[in-house]
Each structure stands twice: as C-alpha cells, then as structure tokens.
C-alpha cells in the first residue's frame, strides 16, 4: 500500500477535493446541520456554522500526511460541496481501509454518492494499492446498502448488535472488495499501466490526426498544456485497436489509421494531474488517415475529467504549450517519412 494522500480525484458530475475554511458554510448548510442526514451516523448535527468551521480546522493538519483521506465532495455544476467521503480507519497490516460517507438530503436518490464512491474506490485499488476495501451501514438505512452495492462492494453478512449510530446500539451489515476480485472484474478495460508509490508508467496508443494545416490535441483544466490524441492501451489489445477505439472514444468520429509513424520513450516529472509522480510512457502514435474537414462529436472523458478538443495550426504549433513538444522541430520530417521514427525524450 503506497499512500498519496487526499489527492484531488473527479468523475463526470464531480470534483473530491480537500474541504476548505471557506466551504464551512456549505457544510453547515448542505448537510452537517440536518438530522435526517445524520440519522445513522456517529457525530451529532452541527449546531451551527463556527462548529462546522472548527470541524474543518481539524482536519487542516491531518492534510500534512500522505495517510489521511478526507474528501469534500463538490458539485460541478454548482460549485458548492454537498457532502464528504473518506477513509474511517485503516489497517496497514492487512491493507484495507474502511470508507465512510455523508451527503445533503436535496442529492439523495440522484446517483451522487455511488458516483463518488466508485472513484474512491478506482483510486484505492489503482492508485494506492490497497488489498481490501469495505464499508458498513445500519441495516435500519437500506439505501446505504444500495449505494455500497452499486459501487461495486459485496455484500459480507450482517453482524447483530455490534455498532452504534446516534440512534443507539444497531446491527451491522458490512460489505467489502478484494483486490483480486476488483481487477477481475475489470481486467477487460484495465490499462497496461500502473503506480508504485511516487513511480507512474502507462504504455499509451497515440493519433496524429491533421485536417486543413491543423493537428488535433486535447486539453483539460487541470493541467496547462494540449495533449496529443490518445488513450492507455488495454490488456490483451492490440495498439492498432486500442487508437481506433481511442480516437472514436475522444473525437465521436471513426478515424482509419494509415501508418505507424514513430515510437516514443518518454521521461518527465509529473504535473497537475500527475503532480508529485516520476513518469515513463511508452507510446506507439499512428498517422490516421484525413476525413477532409474538422467535424467532431467529442464528449470524451479521461478518468472522470472532461477533456475539449483543439484544432493547433501546424505552422504556428510552436506557440503553444503542446506535448510532444519535439513536434515543434520534426512534425513535417515524420509526416514526409515513410519509416517509423524514434524518439526518447528525458526531461526529468
């Protein structure tokens, strides 16, 4: 188990971050303040917005380690937390970590709380490597249940009269997730890729795709520079097939690959997303062959962030922050080349 800490993690709908001094009156307002949100949980309401606050100072310091792991959970579209998600207790022997969770009355029912359960969840077996997740709730409060459930945990058994909630002693029904049974259930769209600890390698299928003088890159916001087209190739896929569904997958329209163009080996330190990471990607990028015009039906995105698609002027690409950036210097000499190049770049 590598830990990394309360990372800023996103799905489609939402943003877990670290709760913040100013989001006291949203914790407050949202959630901590009502009693049927804190029903079957351990702490009591929050009588007012200073407890709230103070809450919130108390878990400023547990922010220093890279073992502790409290999430706001924000709603993108109303950029306000609505509640949080985060680990209870953990067990380093074993590896496990337990989750607990809160969220505002107005959000129940809509999906928000398995949504960002199932990211902690990717996150916990990804990118910490933990052996064993699990969760518990009073039987008493059945959609808990539902929402461990949909996330992907099993159900374990019940355990009768050995918890306590704030409506008194309770029973238990507890549900959980091996690491082994996590990956094969997903072993179908697992990258060929992995972290341990501050060390991060994907091999990664990548397009060049070029229509009117322009190369097409990607950009999200959280990271300042445009990435080329492309995605983590999956177990057992072929890196022609694994560009193909990338490129459909990204831009909404069905690119033909005409060759291979070049190899690259890269070595960089990683930024914004990757922030904190020593970083090697293999990368095979394949020319596709041109449609004739720059049409997209993109809604593409890459580990819950929503990415937005760039047509970059081939003649002016060096005025933008773009990787790889060696296309600056050798983008027309691998467009009139018929071999397929190599490049190894080393920026650490």
């Known amino acids: 188990m590598q830990h990394l800490g309360t990372r800023r993690l996103e799905t489609k709908r939402l943003i877990l971050r670290r709760i913040e001094l100013t989001d006291a009156s949203d914790m407050y307002r949202n959630w901590a303040s009502d009693d049927d949100v804190t029903r079957y949980l351990v702490w009591p309401s929050h009588s007012s917005e200073e407890v709230s ?75 910490v490597g ?15 249940g539902r929402v461990m459930l949909k996330s992907g945990l099993i159900y374990e058994g019940t355990l009768r009269g050995t918890d306590w909630n704030n409506q008194g002693i309770c029973d238990a029904a507890w549900y959980g997730l091996l690491r082994d049974d996590y990956f094969k259930k997903n072993r179908k769209n697992l990258d060929c890729g992995w972290t341990h600890g501050r060390h991060w390698f994907r091999y990664r299928a990548a397009a060049i795709i070029i229509e009117e003088g322009c190369v097409l890159f990607a950009k999200n916001d959280i990271d300042d520079y445009y990435y080329s087209i492309g995605g983590g190739v999956h177990l057992g896929e072929k890196s022609e097939d694994a560009i193909k569904r990338e490129v459909f997958e990204e ?59 760039y047509w970059l002027p081939i003649d002016w690409i060096q005025d933008y922050h773009a990787f790889p950036n060696f296309y600056q210097e050798h983008l027309n000499e691998i467009l009139e080349s018929k071999s397929v190049k190599h490049f190894i770049t080393d920026v650490r």
């Open 53 to 127: 606050y103070k809450y919130i100072q108390s878990l400023q310091k547990g922010y220093e380690s890279d073992q502790y792991y409290d999430w706001g959970i924000e709603l993108k579209d109303k950029k306000q937390l609505i509640g949080t998600i985060g680990v209870a207790r953990y067990e380093e022997k074993v590896e496990s970590v337990h989750i607990g969770y809160a969220l505002g009355k107005p959000w129940w029912g809509c999906g928000i709380m398995t949504e960002a359960l199932t990211e902690v969840i990717r996150f916990f077996m990804e990118e």
């Open 130 to 144: 933990v052996n064993r997740i699990d969760s518990r709730h009073d039987p008493v409060n059945s959609g808990s």
């Open 251 to 309: 831009t909404g329209i069905d690119y033909d690959i005409d060759r291979l163009a070049f190899v690259h080996e890269n070595f960089f330190t990683g930024t914004g997303s990757l922030l904190g990471y020593d970083c090697h990607e293999i990368a095979y990028y394949y020319l596709m062959k041109p449609k004739g015009n720059k049409k997209l039906k993109s809604n593409s995105y890459t580990n819950g962030i929503k990415e937005e698609m």
